[in-house]
């Protein structure tokens, strides 16, 4: 019989990134008495920096859907939005979020969500995005201003592609939120920003340096998830995101300093038995059960691909409050989901080797075109370059419909086993 | 050629999945053949470069999905799926090179697959810009049309002339005439041109060179013409069909709708033969009058960011435009983008009281009775209280 799930473990970083979100959904729910404009946004190329400069508020609404999904509400908000018309095939993110606005739009803490003053459209990586904010444009009757970001096609970003999207920022996205604060744009202000984002990513970056330790001290999927959430979401050039940072790269120092393996809902990893990469997002809807599957056989994600969504910091990028602009584009135009196929094979390969890697797994997300098309050819690749086992599971972010517990348990279980005999072989 | 005849030789063409017509003109002519996926590619700097363009629309349903499944989980939509069954079975190795115009996320993978798949060939992502400024979003198209140019010179190894490019223009703008005036005649007397013949019509725009194909078209509206007087109409419910904009329905679906009791007086079909409405201007610089008409004489469709315009207008602007009294969304399952528009789009025909029905297709459906029983409702829905 599988064992219970023990009461969850906290580390002083985990408290301080729970104390973050509180404060922050408090100001959102606060805004019209704070009188602060908000603004959403989403997490892939978000332009964080700029909208604290102008002491507005973000909402990444890709991120209240995750949150419905690990309190066991996006089932019902999905229901919702297929009631409305939306297919049951498309993106669940997007008719989570549709279903919870049509419900009131109450937020993780129980509080009501404010409506946008703007849409800030950073099409980076995804075109849902777009369809997602023509969507909520026609709920919410509020501007929208688009970035485009283009795709890193042939593995590079081009000086065309960077002009284009930093100028877009300072004809269209400057002016926007100029226009909807009432205030103009102050550039030091900015610059102080996007400083302390720089330092922040150094100390993030040394947390996932230590995946290649081996027993690695970190888990970079399930605990990675909890190690971009202030940088990859609302406090990115805030003092209290270097302050979460500082706290994380602490922690993990010491976990390095005493052997201690990655923390995990039920305490620290005791033995490391299988060293994986991870390719895809998690789910959310049953994540402790789905993290579970993985301590309980000792398997520590030493790197993944989802924890870089975000931002590819640990291939060097870092913001530079020198060139606020043509850094704000670059950000942009290099999250991972913006890749092109053979530049993510070769990023995985690279983790594989630089990682000490037993294997690699996928998580395919039905909902995610953006991640899961090509990823069997991107498995094949991976077999064939690395040698490693590769494993292949299957769900979805937030439809509770596809998670099924017994099937992915199964296919883990198998993979272990292969892996098991590759080693012996 | 009469206009049997023709449709008879169109369908050879939709039905050749070896593409013995390219093979021919490469044969004949000694130059390359580019494949490009839909939604639009700018046609007009290929044919600039002496090169022959060839639409990719998959498979439909002519081709068992053997290997092509085995890239693709069950939650991707279909064209993907043969799209590489005809790479990898050595199908496509007659094109010379491929574009993939951005307009999902799949299609988008896809040109990664390629680039990994076929080393060998020329593989360029088309990145269409969402920004429509001419400063902005225009400068990007046109450093993404000469980056396409280097790439066809790389491979021809003689530069393309502005003044290529501007013939080739005119050459393009009297084919797109020529299929509005076809849409057009079928608008006015539906009855003399059946969805049928004009889906087989513009499709083979994939594969002719393009005056060819206009030539093929003119013969074709003369020939309908010379028999219209023995055609009588019937009384059936005028619709546009939307929501196709790239895998295509299967050719039994179209004439299941028709034989419904719909006249399809407008659709989104081979959406990139009909991309650029009116002509593009034929003087000066050549590409920033391709940009220019792709950021303001463009159709609307899933894949472009609609910013300032109003959600619907254009579906409505088209049904009042050909006097229809219904729309039947018919979109691929598994279609993020014409999905996702969907419920936008019904809340605009609501808002307009227009009828609408909606429905899913994949290009190897096999199964029609549901969707003639869907549309014939839905025509006798109009007819009895519209």
């Given at each position: 019989m599988a064992k219970q799930i023990a009461d969850i473990q906290k580390e002083e970083s985990m408290i301080l990134q729970k104390d973050m979100i509180a404060d922050h959904f408090k100001a959102l729910a606060n805004s019209n008495k704070l009188g602060k404009k908000v603004v959403y946004t989403f997490v892939p190329g978000n332009l964080n920096e700029l909208i604290w400069a102008f002491d507005m508020l973000p909402v990444h609404p890709e991120i209240n859907a995750l949150q419905s999904g690990m309190r066991k509400k996006s089932g019902d908000y999905i229901t919702e939005a297929e009631k409305f018309g939306h297919s049951e095939d498309v993106c669940t993110y997007v008719k989570c979020d549709i279903g919870m606005m049509k419900k009131g739009n109450i937020g993780p803490t129980g509080e009501k969500l404010p409506e946008p003053?703007?849409?800030?459209?950073?099409?980076?990586?995804?075109?849902t995005f777009m369809k997602w904010f023509e969507l909520l444009k026609q709920e919410y009757k509020c501007p929208v201003v688009m970035l485009h970001v283009p795709y890193q096609a042939d593995g590079k970003i081009t000086p065309e592609m960077s002009r284009y999207v930093s100028e877009q920022i300072r004809k269209e996205v400057v002016p926007a939120l100029e226009k909807v604060s009432g205030k103009k744009l102050d550039e030091d202000r900015l610059q102080e920003l996007l400083a302390s984002s720089g330092r922040a990513e150094d100390d993030l970056c040394a947390v996932w340096d230590?995946?290649?330790?081996?027993?690695?001290?970190?888990?970079?999927?399930?605990g990675g998830v909890y190690y971009i959430g202030p940088i990859f979401t609302a406090?990115?050039?805030l003092p209290q995101c270097e302050e979460y940072y500082k706290t994380l790269r602490a922690e993990v120092d010491y976990r390095i300093k005493n052997k201690l393996g990655p923390i995990t809902p039920e305490g620290h990893v005791v033995k490391e038995k299988y060293r994986l990469i991870v390719e895809g997002p998690p789910n959310w809807t049953s994540f402790r059960e789905f993290w579970k599957m993985f301590y309980d056989e000792g398997a520590v994600v030493v790197a993944s691909s989802y924890t870089k969504v975000g931002g590819l910091y640990d291939q060097g990028f870092r913001h530079d409050a020198k060139r606020p602009y043509e850094t704000m584009a670059e950000y942009c135009l290099g999250c991972y989901t913006n890749m092109h196929l053979p530049g993510r094979i070769d990023l995985l390969e690279r983790y594989a080797k630089e990682f000490k890697a037993d294997g690699f797994l996928i998580n395919s997300i039905k909902s995610c075109n953006s991640f899961s098309a090509g990823q069997l050819l991107i498995m094949r690749e991976l077999e064939k370059k690395t040698k490693l086992p590769g494993g292949f599971i299957e769900s979805d972010l937030v439809d509770p419909r596809y998670f099924s517990a017994a099937n992915i348990k199964n296919r883990l279980e198998s993979y272990f086993q292969m892996v098991d005999a590759k080693r012996g072989a | 050629m009469n206009a049997p005849d023709i449709i008879k030789r169109c369908l050879g063409l939709y039905q050749d999945l070896d593409f013995a017509y390219v093979k021919e003109w490469k044969k004949k002519t000694g130059k390359s053949a580019i494949g490009f996926f839909p939604v639009?590619?700018?046609k007009e700097l290929i044919h600039a470069a002496g090169m022959l363009p060839v639409g990719l629309m998959g498979a439909g349903d002519q081709l068992e999905i053997i290997r092509g499944d085995a890239y693709f989980q069950s939650y991707i939509c279909h064209i993907p799926r043969s799209t590489i069954e005809l790479a990898v079975s050595g199908r496509l190795d007659c094109m010379d090179g491929f574009l993939f115009p951005a307009i999902c996320d799949v299609i988008r993978n896809l040109s990664g697959m390629f680039q990994t798949i076929l080393t060998k060939k020329y593989i360029k992502y088309m990145d269409y810009p969402q920004n429509f400024k001419r400063e902005l979003g225009g400068k990007f198209y046109q450093y993404e049309m000469r980056d396409l140019l280097a790439g066809l010179t790389a491979l021809s190894g003689k530069p393309v002339s502005d003044e290529a490019i501007l013939n080739s223009i005119g050459i393009y703008n009297e084919n797109r005439r020529v299929i509005e005036e076809l849409y057009e005649l079928r608008a006015q007397s539906p009855h003399l041109i059946s969805a049928y013949d004009l889906y087989l019509l513009v499709w083979s725009s994939n594969i002719l060179e393009v005056t060819e194909h206009t030539q093929m078209l003119r013969d074709y509206k003369k020939d309908v013409l010379r028999t219209a007087d023995s055609v009588r109409p019937q009384d059936n419910v005028r619709v546009v069909v939307t929501g196709a904009f790239c895998e295509q329905p299967p050719l039994m679906m179209i004439k299941s709708l028709e034989l419904s009791g719909c006249y399809i007086v407008d659709d989104d079909w081979v959406l990139g033969a009909r991309y650029i409405t009116g002509d593009i201007k034929a003087a000066g610089d050549p590409l920033l009058a391709l940009s220019d008409s792709y950021m303001y004489q463009a159709v609307s469709t899933a894949s472009r960011y609609e910013g300032d315009q109003e959600k619907g207008r254009f579906l409505i602007d088209q049904v009042k435009r050909r006097r229809a009294e219904g729309v039947i969304f018919c979109a691929p399952s598994f279609c993020d983008p014409a999905l996702l528009e969907r419920p936008m789009l019904h809340e605009a025909l609501k808002a307009a009281k227009i009828p609408y029905t909606s429905m899913k297709y994949a290009e190897n459906t096999g199964q029609f009775q549901v969707v003639k029983e869907q549309s014939g409702t839905f025509a006798d829905s109009i007819k009895l209280w519209g």
């Open positions: 003053d703007l849409l800030l459209l950073s099409y980076t990586g995804c075109f230590a995946g290649k330790i081996t027993p690695s001290p970190i888990d970079a999927y399930f406090f990115r050039g | 639009y590619v700018p």
